[in-house]
T-cell receptor
């Protein structure tokens, strides 16, 4: 099982600020990367996929991938209380996903 | 939402009893997965399937078996449940090896 590590939380940010989440992975050959959001007591929900180096933006979310440095990050701009959740980084490993332990984000009003 | 239904949603049972969890999908996806999620361990893959009757083990497969006789159904069986198998179980589906996985709502299983 390939390793995926996320910055330890919890991460507390004020409403309207940028939340920055980081993830590193061990398999240099990994090609597909995903960010999931999981609210307490709910299932993981896909919020971003990224496959090539650089930035990918979707609304208030931006994923950044750097394969040479083996890291992928997620920025949440203009954070809202509804963004309070645990964010899981996932890296594709053959048919499977390897997940990080997650970073819990709390957006305080 | 992706058409994934897990049943039951909650179950309480006793040590030593057999338990079967069902995952049903309406997306006609080839790949299906079973995960468990525990505090401090995150999501861990139990078994997965890449087609009807084609299954393989994940990282925590001991004590679990699976079956997939139809594209839409993937069953997870605990032959003789133990307290260490108390967990939240998620089914996921994917349309291809590089496509993202989508998760069902989960089954909360308690083994006393």
């Amino acid at each position: 099982q390939k390793e995926v590590e996320q910055n330890s939380g919890p991460l507390s940010v004020p409403e309207g600020a940028i939340a920055s989440l980081n993830c590193t992975y061990s398999d240099r050959g990994s090609q597909s990367f995903f960010w999931y959001r999981q609210y307490s007591g709910k299932s993981p929900e896909l919020i971003m996929s990224i496959y090539s180096n650089g930035d990918k933006e979707d609304g208030r979310f931006t994923a950044q991938l750097n394969k040479a440095s083996q890291y992928v990050s997620l920025l949440i701009r203009d954070s809202q209380p509804s963004d309070s959740a645990t964010y899981l980084c996932a890296v594709k490993d053959d048919y499977k996903l390897s997940f990080g332990a997650g970073t819990t984000v709390t957006v305080r009003a | 939402d992706a058409g994934i239904t897990q049943s039951p949603r909650h179950k309480v049972t006793e040590t030593g009893t057999p338990v079967t969890l069902r995952c049903h999908q309406t997306e006609n996806h080839r790949y299906m997965y079973w995960y468990r999620q525990d505090p401090g361990h995150g999501l861990r893959l139990i078994h997965y399937s890449y087609g009807v009757k084609d299954t393989d083990k994940g990282e925590v497969s001991d004590g679990y078996s699976v079956s997939r006789s139809k594209t839409e159904d993937f069953l997870l069986t605990l032959e003789s449940a133990t307290s260490s198998q108390t967990s939240v179980y998620f089914c996921a589906i994917s349309g291809g090896p590089n496509q993202p996985q989508h998760f069902g709502d989960g089954t909360r299983l308690s083994i006393l």
